[in-house]
């Protein structure tokens, strides 16, 4: 017969050990850092060029305040390095000895650096959780301030408003404001909107970024049954992302978003499957549907551009890659030189390619930007960095992680984040220029150096 006992086996229960402050403080300083990188027009837009630069410095100056003292108190793994990047890197900056605008190439190779930094900071003093928390809310304040800034324009101000506030004389070309107030104008397809960074294919862009993460954190609170509240929270979250995905009527946004969820159904399908023959099995499968959906957008162009509101020639994108890809021919090993975004006040910029009467700052192409500035060579090196980051976060979304010894541990959505996230970009650099410059870039390498860092949760 069982008899109670003041002397259990087991040890008593103990609360967890509560965070440090300062660590509470990293991880908020943290998510400041990816929504002034997310966000970074937004700041341009309202503090200017020059004021954008010294936020940025300041920002940089303090994320090296915060990580040198750490990594002098516990040492830092450079074999980890995300070295395909940094080789990126260095090459864009030896640019600058045969560039045709070396002005240009300094001014945003150390805008590069930066972003660089950033990433690798982030990926090395926080943990997986802690990333995509701080994306989380990084995500949450650029959709809730995009909804804010355009309620603010549409209700009270009723009428649009330029980049720092600039009066204009006359009536400008819409493209030229920053939040045009259409907010009201639909509900879910109509008149595009901006958002605080300014930009319809941007906002659209980070509304995809948004809805990856906040699924992910949404499934999490499932499987960790958190409160009813938190869950409801989430989930509001996630359907004003969906809402400012349609709103910002991104084409570009909207195939990211759809070749993200076809890999998403593959690594699901995987992790599914832990035999070498299953695994093989849907490789196989993968690839058909891969070919398959190829053929389809090959043959079935048009009427996908259709569908998608767009012409043949992608809102004029056909025209700047005819221009780039001539310039670009007269230097193909290594290119012109270095510069992402394009300056538009050098000469060898301004007014070389108008849109909308405003100069254009891209390739609209990731590799056409690639190959104009950093020829064949560049490209090279940027399908290393990002094939070997798409390797890497593959066998972390699909491969069961382990705990002490032989233990497997249960699959966790946010390993889907860094996997889902680089091949909306993929999609994304077909027609812009992001995935290689400013916050695109930050995110490949936060990934990259997080991927080649041992595995934690």
């Known amino acids: ?111 590069l650096v930066a972003f660089t930094l950033q990433g690798v900071i982030i990926a090395d003093m926080l943990s997986w959780r802690e990333i995509v928390r701080a994306l989380e809310a990084a995500l949450r304040w650029i959709i809730g301030g995009s909804i804010a800034i355009e309620v603010w324009v549409a209700v009270i101000l009723h009428h649009p408003i330029m980049p720092n506030f600039f009066p204009v004389d006359g009536d400008p070309d819409p493209h030229w404001y920053w939040v045009r107030g259409n907010l009201f104008d639909s509900w879910l397809v109509g008149e595009r909107i901006q958002g605080i960074v300014g930009n319809s294919n941007l906002l659209g862009m980070l509304a995809v970024i948004a809805i990856i993460v906040f ?52 690594a699901l399908l995987m992790r599914r499957e832990s035999s070498p023959s299953g695994r093989t099995r849907i490789y196989v499968l993968c690839t058909l549907v891969a070919a398959g959906g190829a053929a389809i957008a090959v043959f079935g162009y048009n009427r996908i551009v259709a569908l998608l509101g767009r012409d043949g020639g992608l809102t004029g994108r056909s025209e700047i890659w005819d221009q780039v890809i001539d310039r670009a021919r007269d230097r193909p090993a290594f290119g012109h030189g270095f510069s992402s975004p394009w300056v538009p006040w050098d000469p060898a910029f301004d007014g070389w390619i108008i849109d909308h009467g405003i100069t254009v700052f891209e390739a609209h192409n990731m590799w056409l930007d690639v190959f104009l500035q950093l020829g064949a060579a560049g490209i090279l090196v940027i399908a ?42 993929l999609a994304q650099g077909i027609a812009e220029s992001n995935p290689i410059m400013l916050w695109g870039w930050m995110l490949v390498v936060l990934f990259t150096s997080k991927l080649r860092q041992r595995r934690t949760p």
């Open 1 to 111: 017969m069982a008899r109670l006992t003041r002397h259990p086996v087991a040890h008593p229960p103990v609360a967890p050990e509560r965070e440090a402050t300062s660590h509470l403080a990293m991880r908020a300083y943290a998510a400041f850092v990816l929504f002034s990188g997310l966000a970074y027009s937004w700041w341009y837009n309202l503090l200017g060029a020059i004021g954008a630069a010294i936020l940025i410095a300041l920002v940089v100056a303090g994320s090296l305040a915060i990580w040198i003292p750490r990594v002098a108190r516990r040492g830092f793994a450079w074999q980890r390095l995300p070295w395909a990047a940094l080789g990126y890197v260095a090459l864009a900056g030896a640019s600058t000895a045969w560039s045709d605008w070396p002005g240009a190439t300094v001014a945003t190779w150390v805008v």
């Open 215 to 266: 699924a992910a954190r949404l499934r999490l609170a499932v499987i960790e049954r958190l409160p009813a509240e938190r869950i409801v929270a989430r989930s509001l979250w996630l359907l004003a992302a969906v809402w400012i995905l349609l709103r910002a009527g991104s084409a570009t946004s909207i195939v990211a978003g759809a070749l993200a969820v076809a890999v998403l159904c593959a």
């Open 384 to 425: 290393i960095v990002y094939g070997s980051a798409v390797w890497r976060a593959w066998f972390h979304a699909v491969d069961r992680p382990r705990g002490v010894g032989v233990e497997t541990l249960p699959f966790s959505p946010l390993s889907l984040v860094p996997l889902l996230i680089l091949w909306a970009l």
